[in-house]
Nanobody, 124 residues
């Protein structure tokens, strides 16, 4: 069992930055591929980014590529999402997810554990 707790969300002006964190508890964090997803009001949840178990490989949605950076610290059992040049369309609840021995999947159905989400609001 793995528990995930996101933090770092908030209200920011367009062009600003936020850093989300996802702290996990449980064993064998390094066995999990980690992903970030988001869900805007009235929309389906969508893939944002994923990182391999070692942290050596990342994948990003086209909408955030070049602006967001995902990283992980396996010693601290934590993943991060650095979000720069934020836009109003980035407004959503952001979720952290874990896939056991996964392949950095973009499909939410492949993830085994989810956090409760953290709200990110970008004002224009």
């Amino acid at each position: 069992q793995l528990q995930l707790v996101e933090s770092g969300g908030g209200l920011v002006q367009a062009g600003g930055s936020l850093r989300l964190s996802c702290a996990t508890s449980g064993r064998s964090f390094s066995r999990y591929t980690m992903g970030w997803f988001r869900q805007a009001p009235g929309k389906e949840r969508e893939f944002v980014a994923a990182i391999s178990r070692s942290g050596g490989s990342t994948d990003y949605a086209d909408s955030v590529k070049g602006r967001f950076t995902m990283s992980r610290d396996n010693a601290k059992n934590t993943v991060y999402l650095q979000m720069n040049s934020l836009k109003p369309e980035d407004t959503a609840v952001y979720y952290c997810a874990a896939e056991y021995f996964g392949g950095s999947s973009r499909s939410e159905h492949n993830y085994d554990y989810w956090g409760q989400g953290t709200q990110v609001t970008v004002s224009s």
